[in-house]
């Protein structure tokens, strides 16, 4: 199964196979499968600079909210989460494949390998460190450079909310920075387990929608 597209983990890919091996039609195999449960599986590429709040918010996501790192640590390398997320208003769900890097330029070369083929992206800032939000411009064009003639969903999101007398990043600066790269936006404060799992709900949605218009295609063409 290909991490990077959207058939890993899809079990109306594998019907539709199976029905097209025993001389059937994949577009009908598919279209009988319309309305059951659908999981597909996804990999989220965790962005943005040290100290932001990225494997905090991992670990309170895997954990339901039961772990907060209170003592920061730079992540070294790569780490990997895996945790299920139902699609709003739908019966289906989606794996995400969680790749949390370290914030460091002298990780490139790794990075590089890691971001290949990704299917979305969570993007994190810190709303008191302008600096943090202004990188934000540098990972999404490291992200695009190893994505070309993709189109990768993505959220953008301001931690440590809990600090609103050192916030120096205005939501409505943030939302319109969002806006005009194509990203949904969201809020939160990790160390107050506020919203946490609202960045994973949003992709959950966007990449779903996303297989939803792939399947309507392929059943156009059929």
């Not at 209170?70 to 289906?92: M, R, W």
């Not at 939160?188 to 919203?195: H, L, R, T």
């Amino acid at each position: 199964m290909r991490m990077g597209g959207l058939s890993l983990g899809c079990q109306g890919h594998a019907v539709a196979k199976a029905s097209a091996q025993r001389g059937g039609s994949p577009a009908a195999a598919v279209r009988a499968r319309a309305g059951a449960m659908v999981k597909l599986a996804a990999k989220c590429l965790l962005a943005g600079d040290p100290a932001v709040g990225k494997s905090a918010l991992a670990q309170m996501f895997r954990s339901d909210g039961a772990h907060f790192q209170k003592n920061y640590t730079l992540t070294a390398g790569i780490e990997l989460l895996v945790k299920a997320v139902s699609v709003p208003e739908t019966s289906d769900s989606v794996e995400f494949f969680i790749f949390d890097s370290a914030g460091k330029d002298l990780f490139s070369e790794m990075l590089e390998k890691l971001w290949e083929q990704p299917n979305v992206l969570c993007l994190v800032y810190d709303v008191t460190n302008e600096q943090s939000f202004n990188n934000c411009d540098k990972w999404l064009e490291k992200l695009r450079a190893q994505a070309v003639g993709m189109h990768i969903p993505g959220v953008l999101v301001g931690n440590k909310t809990d600090l609103a007398d050192r916030r120096v990043v205005e939501q409505e600066q943030a939302q319109e920075w969002a806006e005009k790269h194509g990203l949904e936006y969201c809020e939160m404060s990790v160390k107050e387990m506020k919203n946490f799992e609202a960045p994973f709900h949003i992709l959950a949605k966007l990449f779903h929608q996303l297989y939803k218009e792939k399947v309507e295609t392929f059943l156009s063409l059929a």
